[in-house]
């Protein structure tokens, strides 16, 4: 009737995703080792956004943190130590319809691919990208990294890291194009599901930095944030997620924050105790590099061939 | 001829024209003169008569070398031929210069021989500076002692009368002078400018329209002599263009939609090229923040299903060399340009060499198998592109093609293709994998395996670098890295059985066989016919795959007595002291093919940083076939 066809059906979702279809394996990361929580979160974000697990993919540098896209049921980039950014740019370059988690240690993002980090925030293409902080090189066994604590001894400095850490935050929010910057604890599931959810939702480079713990190496260096809330401080409103009132008893300190001042994220960002927690700043206006990148996708073979042909003439005799 | 400061004498045109089979024009200047616009045009205004042209750029390595320096000399060559020309030749006919230090630059490069003949600008004579003078004066007894045919021409003031500011001008005017000498037809040279100005207004164009009249005018009071180098007659369609541009619209054609590319001399052109012309083919470059983002980039658009590529240069290939280890570990498809240049380090960034060879075969760790292409052409630099892509994807791997500065600033008329829809096809379509198959599930035969591509369901994996099985699961087993290894090295073997043997130019059996690789295609193949027609027993066989190697070669050097690589890298020379045959350090190409044929393969190379002229292989084939009949 109405001149439907036959075989003419409702669309309706033929697909459900739980957990279980983004959890690639065992994680093989140490016990009470921080990604772990990480993972979990981002398998619940995957599962709440119904993403398919074809269209995801995961990229990482090297390091402990970078193993994540092994342990994701989606697609994978397992690249090369540094370079989680340009790859995470490349896939996206040509392909919109991809959604991207890169994963990425301090060493991997803030020491060798620091200069990626600079260009990755400027292109401000649409992906998450996780910088999971412990604060030291675990997999290649206990080296300072540029965020270890001045003073922390480890195999290369065994008398003490001899320079004040790197923040990655205020470093961040220097970078020409910044879009999205977060901070968060991998010990609170709730506020580090919100956050990364928060970034999933911001179109352009959502930046979250973990603070993360490593059992192994540096299990002090987050012993006292972890026992002591009060050396947090919880950043709400702006575009921080809303916590529901019991969540909200578990910070004592709290801040309300315009994430839309730049120059207020940077105050705080600098702030190390209590050490902000929450969406330090957030400009949805910022241009994004795929906008550049994805003109003339899906241009018809007779228009190339007529493209190309004009090209052709411009060197014909 | 006229060595008057004050004006050209009102004399008619009563020049004589002698035909000549083919002539080598140079324009010298310093940088920014527009030596280079005018040798451009006078090349095209050629091909399009119908000769055959080779154009190459004299380029210094500064962007605003100090006036009047030697090392600043800045111009073109043009070699004009009757025949198809496929290479910039040996010592030039007929020189234009602007002044008398920039010719300096040229003869140590041995440009010139005895009875080159060189149209210098005068000016100099009269100059204020008084250091000026004498050099001016230093410099016409010295290249009469060389031996140069020197005709001091008063071009900047013959120049004036047409023009206000001879500084822009002085080029055009010498462009009309070249036509007339060399009986180019001036109304092409016109139409030429026509559209290569047409974007700046008639005004502009009538400007350097004049200037050309002007100096077609002024031709005959400067020669007595005219040259005429008859030309072929072709209906073929021709497109002119060097070897970047051909590198580019390869790219195009081949239906390449992402270059990344980071800048670096003198690969850089191709990304000029393609960053006005791309997006009308729907294609788009990405100028990274540095040579190893590029690569990652484009690597990783290829994982991502799409097309890529990634245009570089020595030093560029040495950043990009982790990355380039992890698309042959994890079987991502990849074109990757290696224009090269001087080395080692920084080298010589603006001249050419061939020197990257064992660098793009073994510079990674690790066993790195991939396709090596070495176009010999401007055409082939085009139509390799495009044969690179299907490799890539057919072979999953990284296929590079290795050019050089010679091949990347040579010009050269070549047929002009005609694009093919089958050219453009997307790599491959997104419907469902196959449920079963692996990510890596290779053939145990072939080591071949279909490829995943984020979107298509079923086929979620994880690229890693990692040894990994069939399942690209990491794995630190014995046998899985083995058996890694093995696949992607199969796939070598497996399409070499796909290659037939070389053609050898000239007899296939005798005296010497000379090998190439690149752009010495046309040096080569030119010295080694001067020499057979001398009755010298040599032929020569250049190669175009690189990796794997062509079949054959073992069979067809065993034909010969002896087997010469003909190279632009470096060599000790064999009297060299402390070199003897046991330690001497043997070109590049020379090295591959002892390892492959295990036959005692001689070379001869140097990294001058100047395309090889025939001239010069000639002599060393002269050399070399006199001593060893002196042997027998």
């Known amino acids: 009737m109405f001149g439907l066809k036959d075989d003419w059906e409702l669309e309706i979702p033929e697909r459900y995703f739980t957990l279980e279809d983004y959890e690639g394996g065992t994680a093989r990361w140490c016990p009470g080792c921080g990604d772990l929580a990480v993972l979990t979160a981002v398998q619940r974000i995957c599962r709440d956004e119904q993403l398919p697990p074809e269209k995801t993919v995961c990229v990482s540098g090297i390091g402990c943190s970078s193993r994540f896209p092994h342990y994701m049921k989606t697609y994978g980039f397992h690249g090369l130590h540094g370079r989680a950014f340009p790859v995470a740019c490349g896939v996206k370059s040509r392909r919109p319809d991809l959604k991207v988690f890169v994963a990425t240690g301090d060493g991997d993002c803030c020491s060798i691919g620091a200069g990626h980090w600079v260009h990755g925030i400027r292109y401000n293409m649409d992906m998450v990208v996780m910088l999971f902080d412990n604060a030291i090189y675990g997999l290649t066994k206990n080296q300072t990294s540029p965020t270890s604590p001045q003073g922390l001894s480890t195999n290369t400095h065994p008398r003490g890291a001899w320079l004040p850490p790197l923040n990655p935050t205020s470093a961040t929010l220097g970078f020409a194009n910044v879009s999205f910057v977060a901070q968060t604890v991998d010990w609170n599931p709730l506020h580090l599901y919100h956050t990364l959810k928060a970034a999933y939702h911001h179109k352009g480079t959502s930046f979250v930095r973990i603070m993360q713990r490593c059992p192994t190496y540096t299990e002090k260096v987050f012993a006292e944030l972890q026992k002591d809330p009060s050396h947090l401080l919880l950043l709400t409103g702006g575009d921080n997620p809303e916590l529901d009132a019991a969540s909200l008893r578990m910070f004592p300190n709290q801040q309300a924050h315009d994430s839309r001042d730049l120059h207020a994220a940077r105050r705080i960002a600098e702030q190390q105790d209590p050490l902000p927690i929450g969406v330090l700043f957030r400009d949805p206006s910022r241009p994004c590099y795929e906008d550049f990148t994805t003109v003339g996708l899906g241009m018809s073979a007779a228009d190339k061939l007529r493209g190309l042909e004009r090209e052709f003439d411009k060197f014909s005799v | ?632």
Request: with cysteine; aromatic share 6%.
């Open chain 2, 1 to 632: 001829m006229t060595t008057t400061t004050k004006g050209p004498a009102p004399t008619q045109p009563t020049s004589s024209v002698k035909r000549v089979h083919e002539h080598i024009v140079e324009i010298v200047s310093d940088s920014g003169e527009g030596a280079q616009k005018a040798g451009q045009t006078y090349g095209a205004v050629s091909a399009k008569m119908g000769n055959g042209v080779w154009t190459v750029e004299i380029i210094p390595a500064e962007i605003k070398p100090p006036a009047r320096s030697r090392a600043g000399a800045s111009g073109i060559r043009v070699r004009v031929g009757s025949e198809a020309v496929t290479n910039t030749g040996d010592e030039a006919d007929l020189v234009v210069a602007l002044n008398e230090q920039v010719l300096f630059g040229r003869i140590e490069q041995k440009a010139y021989k005895k009875g080159t003949i060189v149209l210098l600008e005068n000016k100099w004579a009269n100059d204020p500076r008084e250091e000026v003078r004498r050099d001016y004066a230093a410099a016409l007894a010295e290249f009469e002692r060389i031996g140069l045919d020197v005709r001091q021409v008063p071009l900047e003031e013959a120049c004036q009368k047409v023009a206000q500011d001879v500084r822009v001008g002085k080029n055009m005017f010498v462009l009309g002078l070249l036509c007339y000498i060399t009986c180019r037809e001036m109304e092409r040279a016109m139409e030429e400018v026509a559209f290569v100005f047409a974007k700046k207004g008639d005004k502009v164009i009538q400007k350097n329209q004049d200037l050309i009249r002007a100096g077609y005018d002024f031709g005959a009071q400067v020669l007595s002599t005219r040259y005429e180098i008859p030309p072929r007659k072709t209906e073929q369609r021709l497109m002119v263009l060097n070897g970047n541009q051909a590198i580019a619209l390869g790219v195009m054609a081949a239906g390449i939609e992402m270059v990344a590319m980071y800048p670096i001399t003198p690969a850089t052109s191709v990304s000029h090229h393609l960053a006005g012309a791309f997006k009308n083919v729907g294609g788009v470059v990405h100028q990274a923040e540095d040579e190893i983002a590029a690569m990652g980039f484009a690597i990783a658009a290829s994982y991502a299903g799409k097309t890529a590529c990634t245009v570089t240069s020595g030093p560029g290939l040495a950043l990009k060399t982790e990355f380039l280890g992890l698309a042959v570990m994890a079987e991502v498809p990849l074109v990757i340009v290696l224009v090269q240049r001087g080395g080692p380090s920084t080298g010589l960034p603006t001249k050419v060499e061939q020197g990257d060879l064992l660098a793009a075969l073994y510079g990674q760790p690790g066993d790195t198998p991939k396709i090596i292409l070495a176009p010999a052409t401007i055409e082939e630099c085009f139509h390799f592109v495009i044969t690179a892509r299907k490799l890539a994807e057919a072979f999953r791997t990284p296929v590079m093609i290795l050019t050089d500065a010679n091949l990347a600033t040579g010009v050269q008329p070549i047929p002009r293709p005609v694009p093919q829809a089958e050219w453009l096809a997307p790599p491959l379509d997104q419907s469902p994998w196959q449920k079963g198959v692996t990510a890596y599930d290779w053939d145990a035969d072939t080591g071949l395996s279909p490829r995943p591509i984020p979107g298509q369901r079923g086929g979620e994996y994880v690229l890693t670098g990692l040894a990994h099985t069939k399942k690209a699961k990491v794995a630190y087993d014995p046998d899985s890295n083995q058996t890694g290894c093995a696949m992607r090295s199969r796939k070598l073997a497996v399409f070499g059985e796909s290659l037939k043997p070389p053609q050898v130019h000239g007899a296939d059996h005798g005296e010497l066989l000379v090998v190439g690789w690149g752009s010495t295609l046309g040096s080569i193949e030119e010295a080694v016919d001067r020499a057979r027609k001398q009755g010298l027993s040599v032929s020569s066989l250049h190669l175009r795959f690189l990796s794997p190697l062509e079949p054959g070669l073992k069979e067809i050097f065993a034909r010969f007595r002896k087997v010469l690589t003909v190279e632009i890298n470096y060599s000790d020379a064999p009297d060299a002291p402390h070199t003897t045959k046991d330690n001497r350090r043997i070109a590049q190409l020379a090295q591959v093919l002892r390892t492959h044929t295990l036959m005692d393969i001689d070379c001869w190379s140097n990294v001058a940083g100047q395309p090889i002229q025939p001239g010069a292989i000639h002599a060393e084939l002269v050399r070399r076939l006199g001593k060893s009949k002196g042997e027998q």
